[in-house]
């Protein structure tokens, strides 16, 4: 009985610094790159998702069954479709490669043991293979921390905090490397890609990286809020954590801000906004109550604290802020010409849908297969010579990809199970608050805008197709379908 009730405990903690490793591998790890820097990760999420199976202590049981099941439905009908769509794959995708006396530069050449021929299937298995390799563990390790949260064996703020300081630590690794002028990736010249000169921290473009940082930025900011509340009804609290908390927000921001990403930019603003007008009750409440935790107990205390660190945020930016500075004046220059080649691709990806193309099967339940957009897009693209780079790996739009890869029933799986994670992180916040607790209601706001935030985002940009970003939007993602089963008068 002595062993059990000591091993117990420590197989909490070991299952979960498993089940949140992947949250820190991925961005550290270089966390936008692709090909052998990607596996680490995967291997990580599949040791999390295989520790929760065989390794999970009894927990308390979620209280909601539709909550706990309607998730695993619609996991395991994408998972279906995407194992499907690789099974019955129609073509093979050749690029630059000379076999035989032919000299293929871009071609997909129809194989002739398609499993089942009259039935849809995917463009080249290599492409969707790769695709599903990190959507299938992203999926389901969604799943894991969903229901580890909803039987509360893994603490939300737990959850909330490890996103946080993580972030907080690749944003500090950015500024650093921009402070130093870095040769490339942890300083390593090996590291360093020609063709993208403006990484930032572990990730290879400026507006992937603010999208990662926007992410955590709303969960510290949540976290901030939580831990202010939970400190100052207790007797002889400190301010330490809320003050450390408050400097990694000041560095999320200044990453965010300054990392070279014209969108970013736009979103961090956005992002403190949602938070400051939906918060506002909260956060000026908490300024008047936060004298209890300095040791003086006095608001002039508070006001010199809040305003260094309002002031160093905004020295912060202002300093790091010439990339984002030079980006912009050369998008003036050249009239947003970033823009007018996304909004080319996007007509094109439009016609992907509208026009079948002689070469590859109809469009629609079940779409081209996953990983079919790199290899069709410069079949669609022939009519815009010299405005469009004929290798296009990402759309720049994640739902436009996503509809074409996955057709409209694929897609329709896809929506519920982001909306419906969003519509039960609104619901608890608006119809069941009383029965949430306070620290409950601010992670959730959190989640809420870091979601609204991601999903605005993808659509300038392909955050969804980041190893890295996917899964920490899929633990962002478990908070909202574990919300009900969170409540303070939940069945045990």
Known sequence: MAYTSIAMPALRVILAILIL????IGPWYLGSYYNEYRWPLIYATWIA???SLFLSPRGHTPHRRITKWLPLLLVTLIVTQG???????????????VIGTRHYFWEIISLDNQPYPT??????????????????????????????????????????????????????????????????????EE??????????ATFRSPGIAACYLNLCLTMGLSYLLATSHRLRRKKHAKPTLPICISIGVVILTTAAMSAGSKAGTIFTVITILLWLLTNLRSIWKLLHQSTALLPSGSPHERNIIISSVLATMIFAVVSFGGVFHER?????????????????????????????????????????????????????THDKAGALNSKWIYAHNDPLQTLIEWGWLGTSFWILLIAGSAFLLLYEQLAKRKKQSRTHLFYFNGATIGMFIFL?????????????????????????????SLRRHSRQ
Request: hydrophobic share 50%; charged share 15%; net charge negative.
């Open 191 to 200: 590291l360093y890609d020609r063709h993208r000169p403006l990484f930032f």
């Open 328 to 380: 912009w004046n050369r998008a003036l220059d050249s009239d947003f010409g970033s823009l007018t080649h996304r909004h080319i691709a996007n007509h094109c990806m439009l016609t992907m849908l509208e026009e079948n193309h002689p070469k590859f099967s109809n469009w629609g339940a079940l779409g081209y297969g996953p990983g079919s957009f790199m290899p069709m897009f410069p079949f669609f």
């Open 21 to 24: 490793f992947p949250l820190a």
């Open 49 to 51: 998702v295989a520790a």
């Open 456 to 484: 605005l985002h993808s659509t300038v940009d392909f955050p969804f197709q980041i190893e890295s970003i996917a899964i920490s939007f899929a633990a962002v993602l478990s908070i909202g379908w574990a919300a009900p």
């Open 119 to 188: 039935l849809p299937g995917t463009v080249d298995k290599k492409e969707a293979a790769d695709r599903l390799s990190y959507i299938i563990p992203a999926l389901l390790y969604f799943t894991v921390l969903h229901l580890k949260l909803a039987s509360r064996s893994i603490k939300l703020s737990t959850l909330c905090a490890t996103i946080f300081w993580i972030g907080v630590s690749i944003a500090f690794l950015g500024l650093a490397q921009r402070f130093t002028d870095a040769p490339g990736f942890y300083w390593n």
């Open 83 to 97: 194992l499907w769509m690789l099974n019955n794959t129609w073509g093979e995708f050749i690029e630059n490669e």
